[in-house]
């Protein structure tokens, strides 16, 4: 058993959660060696932690509550600093953190350009959310946990997490928005 500090258990609990932890620090960093070693970090918490887990709550709240805790600490250390990514370091939200692999049909590399640019654009606006907005968004979008965990996981009303969501997914349509306009227009003023 985890709690007992058993060596398959925790092996179990690596395996279960490590792709998951990957994406989630990915997508809140944009950065994927600072995402490896905060989910190093997470997995050292929980081994040197696992006398607190209590049998009675669920192991995946738990798994991220310390992975939350884990990130806003992180996010008050860094946040003067400004972060810096790249375009290949993207992770895309529905697959095991690899790079998309195209199944049948390869792309026409008109849908590659536009498919890379709704990407970017999106990463992009994901970025200009403030902190409380960005972290309810990957847990309730990406990690799809329910609005009652993450009130529970970020310690606030369930009232507040749907207002953030509604502001975050509000913001990243006027963001996505504006971009696109940006886009079609420079494409009408290159094809005159």
Request: negative net charge; hydrophobic residues 35%.
């Amino acid at each position: 058993m985890y709690r007992d500090g058993e060596p398959q258990a925790f092996r179990q609990l690596v395996d279960l959660y490590r792709d998951r932890m990957l994406q989630f620090f990915y997508r809140l960093c944009w950065d994927r060696q600072r995402s490896e070693d905060l989910t190093q970090d997470l997995f050292l918490k929980l081994m040197l932690g696992s006398k607190r887990y209590r049998p009675q709550g669920r192991m995946a709240t738990f798994v991220y509550r310390v992975a939350t805790n884990l990130w806003i600490d992180h996010y008050r250390q860094q946040r003067p600093r400004p972060r810096f990514y790249s375009f290949d370091q993207v992770v895309h939200a529905n697959d095991d953190s690899a790079p998309r692999q195209y199944a049948g049909d390869d792309p026409t590399p008109d849908e590659q350009l536009s498919d890379g640019e709704e990407r970017a654009a999106m990463r992009q606006a994901l970025e200009r959310l403030t902190e409380p907005h960005r972290l309810v968004f990957e847990l309730a979008v990406y990690q799809e946990r329910p609005y009652s965990e993450i009130s529970d996981l970020l310690d606030i009303p369930i009232g507040t997490v749907k207002s953030r969501m509604h502001n975050a997914v509000h913001a990243l349509k006027d963001m996505l928005g504006s971009a696109e306009q940006d886009q079609s227009q420079q494409r009408a003023g290159g094809a005159g």
